[in-house]
């Protein structure tokens, strides 16, 4: 199995700062045709008069997007500015955000553009596009829609974050994060702090100014730059987050909006994590379920409970005594063994693999599980690591303050998490301790979104997403003031895309014919 596509396209990521969010998306509709020409430049379509838009902002909407080939077939790429500091906009600094577009292919009258993101945050909306979106997203949405993504400032090609070098990235992820003294505790408290300062050191200039809000401000002079009045929207995962910040900040510029895989703007930063662990324990009861019927499940038979024993065994074992995967210097610790399982539970295709994973590192060949930690890290052969990590920091660490003061805190929590999963608790409480150490003080706060007086938005929840919890995409749906929940009955996380003819004729129709699901369809 391709785990790079597994993880990129249907997956999330720990990161240092909590848990990466990243999915499998699609994209909404845009209601302008003003941009509907040629490879060249693109005319500005701004949505609002231009009394509503502030004149220090006014040449950021009016800017003409020159596009060019970008080496992939069938993809355009162009850079767009946008102020560093909104608050701050006739400055002169400016950041340089990367979008890349794939042209509606007809048949059928254009709708405009479909602006699609990953999550993350940290996820590289380019490389979604160019290596899914644009290519494996409905033949009769693309016939209609220019589908478009762009990096978010602070990722990949859009004045990246950067933090450790290779090498102390590869040192940084076998730091143990079930501390059992206090050596281990200091060690880890020590791994958080020297990210933080290789970030602070790598990136100072923009982490400031890399936040939700930042992000969702700089979709809007996109979607004026695109030629579109309406901006039309898929967001999978965090990329739910990015979209509701944006449909409140701009409610009259909401063409169709999909948010699929949703998350809780209201929850704070220790209860998201609390959530998320519990909703790991959901996925790996699935697995266990389904693992216990297969001849070569290597954690035996015996139910859930008795399976989540054999694997806390095995995480112990490896603790104590890391197994071989081949590499040098990389050998497979409890760290690297609990991000390779939990990387595999994002979706129940891979499932096979993380039982073969399983079985070969308990039998002292930790390559598998290494090589679904690599994919989830998005290392490559070479050993370079994109900046994924670096980025999903950046931005959960301005977005809300820390979940966690000091290791003090997370003490006083950690029978809770472990309560949420046995397995995974532990691991989860303390990866969620780094931004106490954040160079940035936060920005933001959870609160509720309302997008009050938006269109009709389609809010996706799967009852057993391990990354974002059903409940979220209730929550979510319940705040906005014109969303509609849509509910799949599955496994894995979000559900567009995935296999489930009901899910996906219900958003095609929206996408495509401006009529929502109703509220409360099931599938």
Known sequence: ??????????????????????????????????????????????????????????????????????????????????????????????????????????????????????????????????????????????????????????????????????????????????????AERARLVEAFKEFAAGCKEHSQK???????????????????????????????????????????????????????????????????????????????????????????????QGGPDAMTQRLKEFFRKVDAQPAPTGEPGRPLGESLATTGAIAALYDESAWPQLREALTAAMNGDGSGLLGLADSYYERDADGKYANLMFANAAVNCIDQPPAFSGPTAVDAVLPSFEKASPAFGAGLAWASLNCAYWPVKATGEARPLAAKGAPPIV????????????????????????GTLLTYDGDGHTAYGRGSECVDSAINRYLLEGKPPADGKKC
């Open 459 to 482: 809010v996706v929840g799967t009852l057993r997403d391990p990354a974002t919890p059903y409940k979220w995409a209730q929550a979510l749906a319940g705040q906005l003031e014109s």
């Open 206 to 300: 923009i982490l400031p100014h890399v936040s939700t809000v930042d992000a969702a401000r700089d979709m809007d002079i996109l979607r004026s730059a695109l030629g579109d009045k309406k901006l039309t929207y898929v967001g999978a995962s965090y990329g739910t987050l990015l979209g509701a910040t944006y449909a409140d900040l701009f409610p009259g510029r909401v063409g169709r909006l999909v948010l699929d895989g949703a998350m809780d703007p209201s929850r704070p930063a220790l209860e998201l994590n609390r959530d998320q662990t519990a909703g790991f324990e959901t996925a790996f009861v699935s697995f266990a379920k389904d693992c216990a019927k297969q001849p070569d499940c290597p954690l035996g």
């Open 1 to 182: 199995m391709d785990t790079s596509r597994l993880l990129r396209t249907t997956g999330t990521v720990i990161a240092a700062a909590g848990l990466l969010l990243s999915g499998c998306t699609s994209g909404g509709a845009g209601t302008s045709r003003a941009a509907e020409s040629s490879p060249g430049s693109t005319p500005p379509g701004p949505a609002a008069t231009p009394g509503e838009i502030p004149a220090a902002l006014r040449p950021y909407y009016d800017q003409k997007l020159s596009w060019r080939d970008c080496g992939v077939p069938g993809f355009q790429c162009t850079t767009m500015k946008a102020p560093l500091d909104y608050a701050k906009p006739g400055s002169g600094q400016d950041t340089d955000i990367a979008v890349s577009r794939r042209q509606a292919t007809g048949p059928g009258e254009r709708l405009g553009s479909l602006v699609v993101n990953p999550g993350g945050p940290g996820g590289s909306g380019i490389g979604y596009l160019q290596a899914y979106a644009g290519i494996g997203y409905p033949t009769s949405v693309r016939a209609r829609y220019d589908m478009v993504s762009f990096d978010p400032r602070g990722v990949d090609r859009s004045s990246p974050v950067e933090c450790l070098t290779g090498p102390e990235m590869d040192k940084f992820t076998q730091v143990d994060q079930t501390p059992d003294d206090e």
